[in-house]
């Protein structure tokens, strides 16, 4: 039988060789013993070289050139696909059952973990009950808990005041440990057979755990998190070819270019369209959705999709998939704002109907061309409840070649609700 950890860890190479947490033989060798394990970093061909020079014993999956302007949902994505594959060839014409499915995926901003135990004495102090584990310990622990029917699994952030898990809701116990449904991020470990139809998105730049979560548990696999163990995750310096984008005394580059009208000159910038248009929903969704600014009673609601629309603005997911589970669908609320990003072929005109929109609650429809956004409006007869105006269409202000490839702008249209 196999002598070591069963779960193959993968750390993706967001943060830079000389930033990211990518050595994690002191978490995992605990008392000097050597333990058998797979550690794969992904990283981007443009990074390949610092990469290497800093970590010349590690295993790197570098990824295509073409990979080197998308984000970490694209690795993600790649990485997910790898493993699949993996999976597929090991069990061959064996059960399923015979092989692990079971594979870690974690950001390179993973510092510590830590665990809960119940004590039989009344202490005041929760802080004393929370005490520090080792990756190897944390995983023995996992491959002890999981079970075939569960999705994916992540952990509860870690914070100062760490309460008592069992004042969650909802908790399902097994084997010690305290669980209940609940999106993850920052460190996933993934079902590979029971994800193999719902894929982190390869267009996310941030979010894309939220977003890959929340889309997995609408097409009803079950999402837990363990609620007895915490994540603390290290707050990283911006990295370089982003740092444009998050430095708010950056004079070359401000919020309010990152889109712009459509038809109008502009100059464009080396930046995926993607990653312009999160960093404008972020930081100026309010300016798109005035009806849910601090509005609570008044959400946006994301169809398939989440997007971050910054801390002023509530976002509500939903799924147009016709055997969505019932807590992603809320009929009776009265909505400010109706995101379409892209949207899926089960999104139609009556299951828009099924849903209530406040007066003057804007609708923002996003494509890939002028083209898609009108066979939208057309498809979904948005027309008939809503105003739009040509002059409501928006490109994000990006390049069309990127590291040697062509990157179309993505466009978006707003409405008002009639």
């Known amino acids: 039988s196999y002598d070591g950890l069963k779960t193959p860890i993968v750390s993706f190479g967001n943060n830079g060789a000389a930033e990211g947490l990518y050595n994690l033989r002191g978490t995992l060798d605990t008392n000097n013993d050597d333990v058998n394990h797979l550690h794969m970093v992904v990283v981007k061909e443009c990074d390949e070289f610092s990469y290497t020079k800093l970590l010349p014993n590690h295993v790197l999956l570098v990824l295509p050139q073409d990979f080197d302007v998308l984000g970490r949902g694209a690795m993600k994505f790649a990485a997910q696909a790898l493993f699949t594959h993996f999976y ?6 064996e059960a399923s059952d015979t092989v692990w499915p079971f594979v870690m995926m974690m950001n390179d901003d993973c510092v510590a973990w830590s665990s809960w135990k119940p004590s039989e004495e009344s ?20 491959e002890s808990s999981l079970t075939s029917e569960v999705a994916a699994v992540g952990f509860r952030p870690w914070s100062t005041d760490l309460t008592r898990p069992n004042s969650a809701e909802n908790l399902v116990k097994r084997r010690n440990n305290v669980f209940t449904s609940s999106y993850i991020e920052s460190c996933v470990i993934l079902n590979l057979y029971a994800a193999r139809d719902v894929f982190c998105s390869s267009t996310r730049f941030n979010w894309e755990d939220l977003d890959w979560s929340l889309r997995l548990a609408a097409a009803g696999l079950p999402v837990q998190r363990f609620e007895n163990i915490a994540l603390c995750t290290k707050v990283m310096p911006a990295v370089k070819s ?8 950056s004079t070359i580059l401000r919020e309010s270019v990152l889109v712009t009208a459509a038809d109008s000159e502009f100059v464009p910038f080396s930046f995926h369209p993607s990653l312009l248009l999160e960093k404008h929903f972020n930081k100026n969704a309010a300016s798109v959705f005035p009806l849910s600014q601090s509005n609570p009673l008044n959400p946006v609601l ?24 019932d807590w992603a669908l809320d009929y009776n609320k009265l909505y400010g704002g109706l995101l379409l990003y892209c949207p899926a072929s089960t999104v139609t005109f009556d299951f828009l109907l099924k849903y209530q929109f406040a007066e003057g609650a804007t609708v923002c ?4 061309d002028r083209s898609s956004l009108r066979q939208t409006v057309v498809k979904l007869n948005l027309e008939s409840e ?23 702008p993505l466009y978006f249209l707003t409405g008002m609700h009639k």
């Open 88 to 93: 597929d060839v090991s069990i061959g014409d």
């Open 123 to 142: 202490i005041s102090n929760l802080a004393d009950e929370w005490s520090d584990i080792s990756l190897k310990e944390l995983l023995e622990n996992v």
């Open 242 to 249: 982003h740092e444009i984008l998050n430095s708010e005394k």
């Open 302 to 325: 994301c169809i398939d999709c989440y997007i971050s629309l910054g801390t002023d603005i509530l976002v509500e997911f939903t799924s147009s998939d016709p055997s969505a589970p």
């Open 365 to 368: 429809v996003i494509g890939h």
């Open 386 to 408: 809503w105003h739009f105006r040509l002059t409501d269409e928006f490109l994000t202000a990006n390049h069309t070649v990127l590291s040697g490839s062509n990157v179309r």
